[in-house]
Nanobody, 126 residues
């Protein structure tokens, strides 16, 4: 069973940086794409970044480009999401997810049939 587990969230101030970590257990990590989603209070869950098997062509939601960086370390079964210049509107629960194989990892809906972590809360104070 593939199981992502997120960590690294917390209460930060606007302008700070933060790194979220997703450790994926079960199966062959190097063969998985991984996506980071977020869900703000009262909002829908949205895909903000994703990384494929090779790590060479990451996807970013337009609104976060330049501030979010996704990376992976296959030796540690881990994907990171580094966020800089945090804004109050970044406040959300951040989820890590693994899509089914052979699906387009930049498309949020493909993750519906994948594996999800329980999320980590990021709160940005102004």
């Amino acid at each position: 069973q593939v199981q992502p587990v997120e960590s690294g969230g917390g209460l930060v101030q606007a302008g700070d940086s933060l790194q979220l970590t997703c450790v994926v257990s079960g199966g062959a990590f190097s063969s998985y794409a991984v996506g980071w989603f977020r869900q703000a209070p009262g909002g829908e869950r949205e895909l903000v970044a994703a990384i494929g098997i090779s790590g060479r062509a990451p996807y970013y939601k337009g609104a976060v480009k330049g501030r979010f960086t996704i990376s992976r370390d296959n030796a540690k079964n881990t994907v990171y999401l580094h966020i800089t210049r945090l804004k109050p509107e970044d406040t959300a629960v951040y989820y890590c997810a693994v899509p089914p194989p052979y699906t387009e990892y930049s498309v949020g809906r493909v993750y519906e049939d994948g594996y999800w972590g329980q999320g980590t809360q990021v709160t940005v104070s102004s």
